[in-house]
Protein backbone atom coordinates (compact mmCIF):
# COMPACT_ATOMS: atom_id res chain seq x y z
CA UNK A 1 0.00 0.00 0.00
CA UNK A 2 2.99 2.44 1.00
CA UNK A 3 4.61 1.59 -2.35
CA UNK A 4 1.20 2.02 -4.11
CA UNK A 5 0.67 5.62 -2.50
CA UNK A 6 4.11 6.91 -3.21
CA UNK A 7 3.75 6.16 -6.99
CA UNK A 8 0.15 8.10 -7.16
CA UNK A 9 2.19 11.06 -5.28
CA UNK A 10 5.10 11.04 -8.25
CA UNK A 11 2.90 11.04 -10.90
CA UNK A 12 0.35 13.80 -8.77
CA UNK A 13 4.01 15.53 -8.70
CA UNK A 14 4.23 14.95 -12.32
CA UNK A 15 0.64 15.82 -13.32
CA UNK A 16 1.14 20.22 -12.84
CA UNK A 17 0.74 19.88 -17.10
CA UNK A 18 -2.30 17.52 -17.67
CA UNK A 19 -5.22 18.40 -19.19
CA UNK A 20 -8.04 17.01 -16.91
CA UNK A 21 -8.90 14.58 -13.99
CA UNK A 22 -9.11 11.59 -16.69
CA UNK A 23 -5.83 11.47 -18.37
CA UNK A 24 -4.52 11.65 -14.48
CA UNK A 25 -6.59 8.88 -13.87
CA UNK A 26 -5.20 7.44 -17.09
CA UNK A 27 -1.89 7.79 -16.48
CA UNK A 28 -2.60 5.87 -12.48
CA UNK A 29 -3.53 3.15 -13.93
CA UNK A 30 -1.05 2.56 -16.32
CA UNK A 31 1.94 3.33 -14.14
CA UNK A 32 0.21 0.44 -11.93
CA UNK A 33 -0.34 -1.75 -14.69
CA UNK A 34 -4.18 -1.96 -15.38
CA UNK A 35 -4.68 -3.38 -18.79
CA UNK A 36 -8.55 -2.93 -19.00
CA UNK A 37 -9.77 0.13 -18.79
CA UNK A 38 -13.09 1.12 -18.77
Known sequence: S???NNK???IK???FGFKDLDYF??????CCGFKQFV
Open 25 to 30: ILKIRQ
Open 2 to 4: EGF
Open 13 to 15: RAA
Open 8 to 10: INV
